[in-house]
């Protein structure tokens, strides 16, 4: 079942003797190796164009300022990793104490999976895709100093998260330790920011969740 039971084991302590603060602490450095991996095939054209403008502009230290604002960016993941495990342990939680809510997991998870879909389809994801895109600088100015890299790297790290919102939901529900689901949310990320038609790119990830979403839906359906 899509999500389902395996996906809540994620937020609670599994070792013998680890507490709350542990088992935060192994999600949050596994969810952050997780991004870096999945995201680095997208951010290293932009950073690379970000390098290419301090380049323009004569600015020194050019290194410093890129590996500062990557930094930044991924910040942003792992502050919404705290945000996903905060939520995920409150869930398995509810999971633990209220058991017949397990019931309606599959559904539930099937509708999130069609509703990111839905996602893909909207103009603010298009927006927010749009300026994850290298082709173009988006930036009124091209950030010359550490404090300016840094909010670069941030404000970067929030439009990319609103752009793959869909797909992070998609990604928790299958399982974020499932390695196909991480591949293919790393393929349609990465497809959607490089290849030329990304908006179409993004179209076509969105028809393969929504269907996906459906199936998912009347699959119990079908196996009564």
Do not use: N
Not at 82 to 90: M, N, R, S, T
Not at 126 to 147: I, M
Request: hydrophobic share 65%.
């Amino acid at each position: 079942m899509p999500g389902g039971w395996t996906l809540s084991m994620a937020w609670v302590p599994m070792l013998c003797g680890q507490t709350w603060a542990g088992a935060a602490a192994h999600f949050i450095g596994m969810w952050a190796v997780m991004m870096a991996a999945m995201m680095l095939p997208s951010l290293v054209p932009v950073l690379w164009r970000f390098g290419a403008a301090l380049q323009e502009l004569g600015v020194p230290r050019r290194a410093g300022l890129v590996a500062l604002a990557g930094a930044a960016y991924l910040s942003v993941w792992t502050a919404i990793g705290l945000l996903v495990f905060a939520a995920g342990a409150a869930f398995a939680q509810a999971l633990m104490q209220v058991p017949t809510m397990a019931q309606a997991v599959p559904v539930a998870g099937a509708m999130v999976v069609l509703l990111a879909g839905a996602f893909q389809f909207t103009a603010s994801k298009a927006h927010h895709l749009a300026c994850c895109r290298p082709g173009v600088w988006h930036e009124a100015r091209v950030p010359s100093t550490a404090a300016m890299a840094w909010r670069y790297g941030v404000r970067l790290g929030l439009r990319c998260s609103r752009a793959c919102a869909g797909l992070t939901a998609i990604l928790l529900v299958i399982g974020v330790m499932d390695l196909w689901a991480m591949a293919f949310v790393a393929a349609a990320i990465t497809a959607e920011r490089l290849a030329p038609p990304g908006a179409r790119v993004a179209w076509v990830v969105g028809a393969v969740s929504v269907v996906t979403g459906v199936v998912l839906m009347v699959r119990p359906a079908w196996l009564l």
